[in-house]
């Protein structure tokens, strides 16, 4: 894996094709395992750097959804790799659409996608990051009437102080912003501007969404705001991992969507046909070989994290200042080839295979167990599992099917919490 880059945050992390691979991996704190012969990706090159602050500019460094590893078993077979993540493209001027129009001359069916999109629109942000390496852009929407917005991580990652992100509003006013918290483990963050008097996007329950509904994507890709583009669910818990390293990689139980999803869009929401946000849209994958030089951009499969994901994830960081996630205490071998997941069998890197007095240990798992499905849905890579535990709360209980020499049996694992840094 070479070349992988957290979108809109960090710069390429450049390793030649025979760079050594971990032979493990920590279900809730590090990497991922590695497929066989992984393709070997180029990461493009950042556009050039921001002039300074004043005059401002528009456009810039786009901030690209992550572009992922579809981990979960697609039609003909698993995709045999993890795709590359990259941050930059060609600089886009941004086009700021007026708001200004005349509502009769527009009007709509009540529900049809230009009505969704009226009501939708002046709740979505588009967000500029400066920063000494030229800065990123993408997209967010209104949580609450005081002023809190939510996006990605990757999106405002490069901030170091509140004036180095600017949001603008689709009727063009602009508000500088504060990183209230983010988290990489859930890429997902929030900002906080000065405003009372702001429209919040209703938050729909993404526990009900079912493949065929249909899909309404809002954000700036390329610095266009106020792009509109529609679509399906495509498909639900889909396991999505992207990151620039061991330590920063995001885990996603997504929900996958044909709905165009472009560099830029991250942080905007996905909608239903309501207009509740069903989903904020995070990642897109890209045909093995495509990214050589760039991302070609859409072609159908983009993923979003799942509103109550994000919901109960933005409402820890409000109240908090951050974020917690779920573990079971485990470290997973990546070398594995049998069916299921394997605890590793002995020490690795001064980690146990299973942390003592953790869940996985008070459960009765051992070193060298095989988890084959939680909650009796079967799981075959380290990453399904790490997803499926990472959409569940602290405290939750889950059951855990687990093959040991003795046979094969069910347990029942309530899981501990751990903060994100």
Do not use: C
Not at 36 to 63: H, K, L, Y
Not at 82 to 103: F, M, P
């Amino acid at each position: 894996m070479t070349g992988f880059v957290v979108p809109g945050t960090r710069g390429p992390q450049q390793r030649p094709p025979s760079a050594p691979q971990s032979n493990s991996t920590s279900a809730f704190t590090t990497g991922v395992p590695q497929p066989p012969q992984p393709p070997t990706w180029t990461s493009t090159q950042p556009g050039p750097s921001s002039p300074p602050r004043a005059p401002r500019r528009r456009g810039g460094t786009v901030a690209l959804v992550s572009v992922v590893a579809v981990v979960a078993s697609l039609i003909g077979g698993a995709l045999g790799s993890r795709l590359a993540t990259n941050d930059s493209v060609a600089r886009s001027s941004v086009i700021y659409q007026s708001a200004e129009q005349d509502n009769a001359a527009l009007s709509r069916q009540e529900g049809s996608v230009a009505d969704i999109a009226a009501q939708v629109l002046p709740s979505v942000v588009a967000i500029e990051v400066y920063s000494s390496s030229g800065g990123s852009t993408g997209s967010g929407f209104v949580m609450t009437k005081d002023g809190y917005i939510l996006t990605n991580e990757h999106v405002v990652a490069e901030a170091s102080s509140a004036n180095d992100v600017i949001v603008t509003f689709f009727d063009g006013t602009e508000h500088e912003a504060e990183v209230v918290g983010s988290t990489v483990e859930y890429d997902l963050a929030v900002l906080k501007i000065d405003r009372d008097d702001l429209t919040a996007l209703p938050l729909g329950n993404s526990d009900d969404v079912v493949v065929g509904d249909t899909t309404i994507a809002i954000g700036a890709p390329l610095g266009l705001q106020g792009t509109v583009t529609t679509g399906i669910v495509s498909a639900l818990n889909r396991p999505v991992s992207a990151g620039g390293g061991e330590d920063d990689i995001s885990y996603i139980n997504a929900i996958q969507t044909d709905a165009a999803i472009n560099p830029g869009n991250s942080g905007g929401p996905l909608v239903n046909a309501r207009g509740e946000v069903i989903g904020v849209n995070s990642a897109i994958a890209q045909p093995p070989g495509s990214m050589v030089t760039s991302p070609a951009g859409s072609i159908g499969l983009g993923f979003a994290i799942g509103s109550n994901q994000a919901a109960r994830t933005a409402g820890e960081i409000i109240e908090r200042g951050y974020a917690t996630y779920p573990i079971i205490g485990v470290v997973l071998d990546s070398t594995y080839q049998g069916q299921g997941v394997q605890v590793i069998r002995s020490p690795q890197g001064g980690s146990d295979p299973v942390t003592p007095d953790g869940p996985a240990d008070r459960a009765g798992i051992e070193a060298g167990d095989v988890i084959t499905a939680i909650d009796e849905r079967p799981v075959t890579y380290a990453d399904e599992l790490i997803v499926a535990i990472r959409a569940k709360a602290p405290g939750d209980t889950v059951t855990l099917t687990v093959r040991t020499s003795g046979g094969e049996r069910q347990v029942k694992v309530t899981l501990d919490e751990a903060r994100s840094e």
